[in-house]
């Protein structure tokens, strides 16, 4: 009997190496990650359906409507969620979802699906917190003290989530959130058919 797959909800702030990780975790193992869908406008080659659901703001009106996303946000004028379908139709097929999103984000999910795992990935302090984003080379030193600003607050919503997990090293960190998912996955309140499978009823 195949078992329906878990939600891993991954949040942190920027520079915390979620993306990286995330990356590990698909090489490993076989993670399928959502797709968002998103009112903004394909960029370069992204393709429908492999980069975002790409949807008019009207459609993605009809999705919220009709609670056809886990959770969204507006950013600089575009909207993004998750799209409730395409997560559960993943975890029925018994393939583990990885959601990458924000604080907001993972604490809606959580409510509509409490089983979720919430982890939060963090670097080991706020110094390499820095170094990381200013080795980045992408911002000036105001955006990094930003973004250093917004990893405090986000700090605040430590204690809703299941899990910390330090990012000293990505392997470590990969490995820890491994270790997660195989704990999670040997749950009593998670295998509650074991009885009847022991039994020969399944």
């Known amino acids: 009997m195949k078992k329906q797959g878990l939600l891993l909800i991954i949040s942190g702030p920027s ?23 998103t009112t903004r406008a394909p960029r370069g080659a992204e393709q429908d359906g492999v980069h975002y659901f790409f949807r008019t703001k009207e459609e993605f009106q009809h999705m919220i409507d009709n609670q056809e996303l886990l959770e969204w946000a507006e950013f600089c004028g575009n909207r993004y969620g998750t799209p409730r379908t395409y997560v559960t139709e993943k975890m029925m097929q018994g393939q583990n979802v990885i ?31 820095g170094r990381r ?42 490995e820890d959130i491994l270790s997660i998912v195989k704990a999670e996955s040997m749950k009593c309140s998670r295998n509650k058919e074991i009885k009847k499978i022991f039994k020969g009823e399944i």
């Not at 993670?31 to 968002?36: E, N």
């Not at 604080?103 to 302090?125: E, S």
């Open 99 to 129: 959601l990458e999103i924000e604080v907001q984000g993972a604490l809606q999910v959580k409510k509509l699906y409490p089983k979720g795992i919430l982890i939060f990935l963090v670097p080991p302090n706020l110094e390499e917190l």
């Open 133 to 174: 984003l200013t080795n980045r080379g992408t911002e000036d030193k105001e955006a990094i003290n930003r973004r250093i600003h917004r990893a405090l607050e986000e700090m605040e919503f430590v204690q809703e989530y299941d899990y910390v997990v330090i990012n000293d090293t990505i392997e470590q960190a990969t």
């Open 15 to 37: 520079g915390s190496g979620k993306g990286t990780i995330v990356e590990q975790l698909k090489a490993k193992e076989d993670f399928s990650v959502s797709i968002s869908a």
